[in-house]
């Protein structure tokens, strides 16, 4: 990756610290593609114990999960305080009074390249739109992994290469700074969760286009989900009138019907960790191969 394309993870930390308060009302795709996810679960056979929701967010996911799943534990997971201690408020207070064993929703601030989670603890990870803001999805795959008990199953959703084409397009020959994130390729995406011992893994992609009356309107979108330019090469300060004229400028010749769209291509996948192979007696199973 080139380095002026690198994530700051700290400004991306800050970022969604400042947006938890405006997410819920701008996240629209959001909202969206996790539903997508959640209707995907229906031709799944499992029965978690623990489910690890990996970049909750503000939880959008919890009451989903929690109705889908309601013998199991949910464990919210963000990079940002903030975001966590909205995910925390998804479960009504008088749940306690129905909950034995224990709450059924813990919220937890990590990141997921390094998952508080003990090895083979849970049953299914799930991961709405979190992956993107990784330099590197290949260490958070491997913490998936990892937290997976044989069986178990990851399920996620990031953006593709696509995504927000014509905002990239319209920085162009504005400025020598970068102004939007690189997406990875979703075969790509594949082949890492292969390196990492996933089984079986499913890859599929959407575009969605979103639709607005002005570049204004997509930025301030962008800024209220916590969607902010991450990169190591963007501008050091605050986009000068220039720069902004001469972007809505170039995004004005992608106007149809009156509107300027905004392009997201949605990527989802999913992979099991395999189960482990025993022997009758209940040992491990080693192959050996001849040459």
């Given at each position: 990756?080139?380095?002026?394309?690198a994530?700051?993870?700290?400004?991306?930390?800050?970022?969604?610290e400042?947006?938890?308060a405006t997410?819920?009302?701008?996240?629209?795709?959001?909202?969206?593609v996790?539903?997508?996810m959640?209707a995907?679960?229906?031709?799944?056979?499992?029965?978690?114990?623990?489910?690890?929701?990996a970049g909750?967010?503000t939880?959008?996911?919890?009451?989903?999960?929690?109705?889908?799943?309601?013998?199991?534990?949910?464990?919210?997971?963000?990079?940002?305080?903030?975001?966590?201690?909205?995910?925390?408020?998804?479960?009504?207070?008088w749940?306690?009074?129905?909950d034995?064993g224990?709450?059924?929703?813990?919220?937890?601030?990590?990141d997921?390249?390094?998952?508080?989670?003990?090895?083979?603890?849970?049953?299914?990870v799930?991961?709405?739109?979190?992956?993107?803001?990784?330099?590197?999805p290949?260490?958070?795959?491997?913490?998936?992994?990892?937290?997976?008990?044989?069986?178990?199953?990851?399920?996620f959703?990031?953006?593709g290469?696509?995504?927000?084409?014509?905002?990239?397009?319209?920085?162009?020959?504005?400025d020598?700074?970068?102004?939007?994130?690189s997406?990875?390729?979703?075969h790509?995406?594949?082949d890492?969760?292969?390196?990492?011992?996933?089984?079986?893994?499913?890859?599929?992609?959407?575009?969605?286009?979103?639709?607005y009356?002005d570049?204004?309107?997509?930025?301030?979108?962008?800024?209220?989900?916590g969607?902010?330019?991450?990169?190591?090469?963007?501008?050091?300060?605050?986009?000068?009138?220039s720069l902004?004229?001469?972007?809505?400028?170039?995004?004005e010749?992608?106007?149809?019907?009156?509107?300027?769209?905004?392009?997201?291509?949605?990527?989802?996948?999913?992979?099991?960790?395999?189960?482990?192979?025993?022997?009758p007696t209940?040992h491990?199973?080693?192959?050996?191969k001849?040459?």
């Amino acid at each position: 990756m080139n380095d002026s394309l690198a994530v700051d993870r700290t400004l991306v930390r800050r970022s969604f610290e400042r947006a938890a308060a405006t997410y819920d009302a701008a996240a629209v795709l959001q909202n969206e593609v996790c539903r997508r996810m959640l209707a995907r679960l229906d031709y799944i056979k499992l029965a978690p114990a623990t489910v690890l929701d990996a970049g909750s967010g503000t939880g959008n996911a919890v009451a989903g999960l929690l109705a889908r799943y309601p013998r199991s534990h949910v464990v919210a997971l963000d990079i940002a305080l903030n975001m966590v201690r909205r995910a925390r408020e998804r479960r009504p207070w008088w749940r306690s009074l129905f909950d034995r064993g224990g709450p059924r929703l813990a919220a937890v601030c990590c990141d997921i390249e390094q998952l508080p989670l003990a090895s083979g603890r849970a049953d299914l990870v799930w991961s709405n739109l979190a992956i993107q803001w990784i330099n590197e999805p290949q260490q958070a795959f491997a913490e998936m992994h990892r937290v997976l008990a044989p069986g178990g199953l990851v399920l996620f959703s990031s953006f593709g290469p696509d995504t927000l084409k014509e905002l990239r397009t319209a920085f162009q020959g504005v400025d020598r700074r970068t102004h939007v994130h690189s997406f990875i390729d979703m075969h790509d995406v594949g082949d890492r969760l292969v390196a990492c011992g996933f089984a079986d893994p499913v890859m599929d992609m959407e575009v969605v286009t979103l639709t607005y009356d002005d570049v204004r309107g997509l930025m301030r979108d962008l800024k209220a989900i916590g969607a902010r330019n991450a990169t190591l090469g963007r501008p050091a300060g605050l986009a000068g009138r220039s720069l902004l004229a001469g972007v809505t400028r170039n995004y004005e010749a992608f106007r149809r019907d009156g509107k300027l769209p905004a392009t997201f291509e949605v990527v989802y996948g999913h992979a099991w960790k395999p189960a482990s192979r025993t022997s009758p007696t209940g040992h491990p199973v080693i192959e050996i191969k001849s040459r």
